[in-house]
């Protein structure tokens, strides 16, 4: 088994997302589009996802989330279960999609883009079942009903327990 502590990468991805953690979502944005650069688009997918994954929630306008959540996705989907496990042996590529899924649903929705959304969210409760009994798989079942309940009353006003600069800030 691979640790976070062991790639450099993703400890240099942790180190800027607790940046953002600490308040200062700026800094963690600038530390991420650097190794974002650096990665490249043909870089290691497992690197590609987790950095789109987290600049993502750096931004507010849901437009800008969309594109990061967009890049996430498709890093997934080059991804393998033997590569995320030499980073930690008890990971599943398939684990991911809910909330992937969830954060672009969540987007459309804001956008007012209420199919896209609608499909997304449906794609988040299919793999719904990856997630564990853990305050984790807790989190992100309680923001797939909220979302799902946001696109049912056709809201796009931003949820208050969702990730974002505000948020963090």
């Not at 599943?92 to 883009?113: C, E, K």
Request: charged content about 25%.
């Amino acid at each position: 088994m691979t640790s976070a502590t062991s790639d450099r990468t993703m400890t240099e991805i942790a180190e800027a997302v607790g940046l953002g953690h600490a308040g200062d979502p700026t800094a963690a944005r600038t530390r991420l589009l650097d190794l974002w650069r650096r990665t490249g688009p043909a870089g290691d997918p497992f690197h590609r996802c987790t950095l789109a994954h987290y600049l993502a929630d750096l931004y507010d306008d849901p437009a800008e989330a969309l594109v990061w959540d967009v890049r996430a996705l498709d890093a997934a989907d080059a991804l393998t279960d033997e590569r995320v496990r030499r980073h930690h042996d008890t990971l599943s590529v398939t684990a991911f999609y809910p909330s992937l899924h969830l954060n672009l649903a969540d987007n459309f929705r804001r956008l007012g883009s209420f199919t896209a959304a609608g499909e997304h969210i449906s794609a988040a409760r299919r793999h719904e079942h990856t997630l564990g009994d853990d305050g984790y798989g807790t989190l992100i079942r309680r923001a797939i009903g909220e979302v799902a309940e946001a696109i049912d009353r056709r809201s796009t006003e931003r949820r208050a327990g969702a990730p974002g600069a505000n948020a963090r800030g």
